[in-house]
């Protein structure tokens, strides 16, 4: 089955740096899309970042400039690099991709577990 494994969150200072990383593993063809969510406290889910099979990026307002996603098509795995972080980044973090599956027409929407960062002084 698909998982999506998320890795690099944490505790950091305002202005300083994160890099999350998350990477799909099982029956899979090929990525049609991946990216990241963030959720904060009593707030709904949003984009954060989401990068497609063509390469093209698409990111929140909030994060432009200071967010970069990039991705490894031959590791199925994306990357958020986060600078400049502020209070108000802190969220739970969650990768999300689209994916297509070996040995069918089949293609669906994953989502991982979810992984903390938190921006505080």
């Known amino acids: 089955q698909v998982q999506l494994v998320e890795s690099g969150g944490g505790l950091v200072q305002p202005g300083g740096s994160l890099r999350l990383s998350c990477a799909a593993s099982g029956p899979i063809s090929s990525t049609i899309h991946m990216g990241w969510y963030r959720q904060a406290p009593g707030k709904g889910r949003e984009l954060v970042a989401r990068?497609?099979?063509?390469?093209?990026?698409d990111y929140a307002d909030s994060v432009k400039g200071r967010f970069s996603i990039s991705r490894d098509s031959a590791k199925n795995t994306v990357y958020l690099q986060m600078n400049s972080l502020e209070l108000e980044d802190t969220a739970v973090y969650y990768c999300?991709?689209?994916?297509?599956?070996?040995?069918?027409?089949?293609?669906?929407?994953?989502w991982g577990q979810g992984t903390q960062v938190t921006v505080s002084s």
């Open positions: 990068i497609d099979d063509g390469g093209r990026t």
């Open positions: 999300n991709a689209g994916l297509r599956l070996l040995g069918t027409t089949q293609s669906g929407i994953y």
